[in-house]
Nanobody, 128 residues
Framework: VQLVESGGGSVQAGGSLKLSCAAS????????LGWFRQAPGKGRAGVAT????????YLVDSVKGRFTISQNNAENIVYLQMNNLKPEDTAMYYC???????????????????????WGQGTQVTVS
C-alpha cells in the first residue's frame, strides 16, 4: 500500500495549487480516496473524498467552490485542485484511503486506529 503526494508549496492568498496522489496496491478495490489536512496545533480534518468507481465526491463546506477533487483511474492518481487559497488553508495535506463508504468517508480519512485506513507522508501547503 503506497500513497505518494506531490504538488505542495507556498503561495500568496488567492493563489492556486494542485496536489497529486499516486496510489498503488490492492486497497484501490472498494476504497475511497481523498485528502485530509492538519494545521499546526490542530487535529486532522477531512477535506475531500472521491469514490474511484462511481466518481461520487464530497468536499467539506469550508472548501466548496474553491477546491475540486478528481481522478485519473487509468493511472491511479487522485488530484486536489485548490483555488483562491486562504491563509487558513495552511496545513500539511495527506492523501488517504479508507474502506468506509463514500457517505462517511470524509470523516474517516486519517483517523488513527481504524481498520482499512491508510495515508501518505504528506505535502506542505503554506498560504501567506
Amino acid at each position: 500500500v503506497q500513497l505518494v503526494e506531490s504538488g505542495g508549496g507556498s503561495v500568496q492568498a488567492g493563489g492556486s495549487l494542485k496536489l497529486s496522489c499516486a496510489a498503488s496496491g490492492y486497497i484501490l478495490n472498494g476504497f475511497c480516496l481523498g485528502w485530509f489536512r492538519q494545521a499546526p496545533g490542530k487535529g486532522r480534518a477531512g477535506v475531500a473524498t472521491i469514490n474511484p468507481h462511481s466518481a461520487t465526491s464530497y468536499l467539506v463546506d469550508s472548501v466548496k467552490g474553491r477546491f475540486t477533487i478528481s481522478q485519473n483511474n487509468a493511472e491511479n492518481i487522485v488530484y486536489l485542485q485548490m483555488n483562491n487559497l486562504k491563509p487558513e488553508d495552511t496545513a500539511m495535506y495527506y492523501c488517504a484511503a479508507t474502506g468506509r463508504p463514500i457517505e462517511i468517508a470524509i470523516q474517516a480519512l486519517g483517523v488513527i486506529g481504524v481498520a482499512d485506513n491508510y495515508w501518505g507522508q504528506g505535502t506542505q501547503v503554506t498560504v501567506s
